[in-house]
């Protein structure tokens, strides 16, 4: 089992910026691709972005594409999202996800854990 903590959620207002952090268990961090995904309330949960296991290649939804920024540090067993010029429409629980591959997908059932979530809340 792999266990994926997400923080860094909270309230911001409209233009702002937030950095979500996910933390993994163990030191095999390195042998999974990454993904963030949210869902917000009556939704299906959405791709957000994406990252290899390398970090190398990265991938980005288009409704936030310019805007976040996925990155990893295998080192700390870390990925983080970086959010700037946030929107109302970003509102939602942002989940973190492990692909067990060096490669990521863009749809959820591809992904083999899931953290618990964190919820973004944007105000106009």
């Known amino acids: 089992q792999v266990q994926l903590v997400e923080s860094g959620g909270g309230l911001v207002q409209a233009g702002g910026s937030l950095r979500l952090s996910c933390a993994a268990s163990?030191?095999?961090?390195?042998?999974?691709?990454m993904g963030w995904f949210r869902q917000a309330p009556g939704k299906e949960r959405e791709f957000v972005a994406a990252?290899?296991?390398?970090?190398?290649?990265?991938y980005y939804a288009d409704s936030v594409k310019g805007r976040f920024t996925i990155s990893r540090d295998n080192a700390k067993n870390t990925v983080y999202l970086q959010m700037n010029s946030l929107k109302p429409e970003d509102t939602a629980v942002y989940y973190c996800?492990?692909?067990?591959?060096?490669?990521?997908?863009?749809?959820?059932?591809?992904?083999?854990?899931w953290g618990q979530g964190t919820q973004v809340t944007v105000s106009s």
């Open positions: 996800a492990a692909r067990v591959s060096s490669w990521y997908d863009v749809i959820p059932n591809e992904y083999d854990y």
């Open positions: 163990g030191r095999t961090f390195s042998s999974y691709a």
């Open positions: 990252i290899s296991w390398s970090g190398g290649s990265t």
